[in-house]
């Protein structure tokens, strides 16, 4: 199990080097997946913004309440992630998804699919920001 993030799918973080490092950590997942299977799986979850502590304590809640308002407005589900849903995530990947492999698991409440979020449905309104 790999712990790697959106920024090696999408290509944006907060530094190249660390963009890099998640998009060779995708990579490497994909190879070992093939290369290890059937014996082993091997999978990654790949978390956008998670409410932590940790993220909180480098930039202040100020800010971070600024950076987690605009994601939760741009994101269709309208959340950040928590430690626990990333855990959880995590356990079903090792535990319940045993033909799952190869996965690189999106948990960014939908931030991935960009601007598409925002277009409405024939007939429908638009979501509230």
């Known amino acids: 199990m790999n712990v790697s993030s959106i920024a090696g799918s999408l290509g ?3 530094s190249m ?6 998009g060779a950590m995708n990579a490497m997942t994909l190879h070992l997946a093939r290369a290890l299977a059937p014996e082993i799986r091997v999978n990654a979850v790949c978390p956008g913004l ?3 502590r940790w993220f909180v304590d ?12 605009g994601y939760e407005s741009m994101a269709p589900l309208a959340r ?5 849903d990333v855990a959880d995530a995590i356990v079903w990947l090792v535990d319940g998804a045993r033909t799952v492999t190869g996965e ?8 991935h699919l960009g601007a598409a979020q925002r277009a409405p ?5 638009p979501r509230p920001a």
């Open 80 to 84: 950040a992630s928590t430690p626990e």
């Open 50 to 52: 998670i409410t932590s």
């Open 121 to 125: 449905l024939p007939g429908t309104s």
């Open 58 to 69: 480098g930039i202040g809640q100020e800010g971070f309440e600024k950076i987690k308002a």
């Open 104 to 111: 690189l698991m999106l948990l960014d409440g939908g931030m």
């Open 17 to 22: 080097p660390y963009i890099a490092s998640k």
């Open 12 to 14: 944006i973080g907060s």
